[in-house]
């Protein structure tokens, strides 16, 4: 089956860190370009942060210097690791896969940071 498969969101106090994980199945993991987005209430979904398959990494600016993406492809997942996180970063957080415009989407976790 084709999927992927978010955990790790919740609730956490301004300053806080929490870990996303991203399990996929049903994918040549190793081929895809994975990405983490976003969407807020009333907000588009934006990008945060995406990791090829040579791990080059790519982040929104506002999310530069707290924000670590990271893959294992032994384990067909991928993870963000959030630290220093503001009121602003609450959102629902999406992991995507997308090879040659392909795009695979989870279902989404949501991060909820107060302030």
């Known amino acids: 089956q084709v999927q992927l498969v978010e955990s790790g969101g919740g609730l956490v106090q301004s300053g806080g860190s929490l870990r996303l994980s991203c399990a996929a199945s049903g994918i040549v993991f190793g081929l895809y370009v994975m990405g983490w987005y976003r969407q807020a209430p009333g907000k588009q979904r934006e990008l945060v942060a995406s990791?090829?398959?040579?791990?080059?990494?790519n982040y929104a600016d506002s999310v530069k210097g707290r924000f670590t993406i990271s893959r294992d492809d032994y384990k067909n997942a991928v993870y963000l690791q959030m630290n220093s996180l503001k009121p602003e970063d609450t959102a629902t957080y999406y992991c995507?896969?997308?090879?040659?415009?392909?795009?695979?989407w989870g279902q989404g976790t949501q991060v909820t940071v107060s302030s």
């Open positions: 990791i090829n398959s040579i791990t080059a990494t």
């Open positions: 995507n896969a997308e090879y040659r415009g392909y795009n695979l």
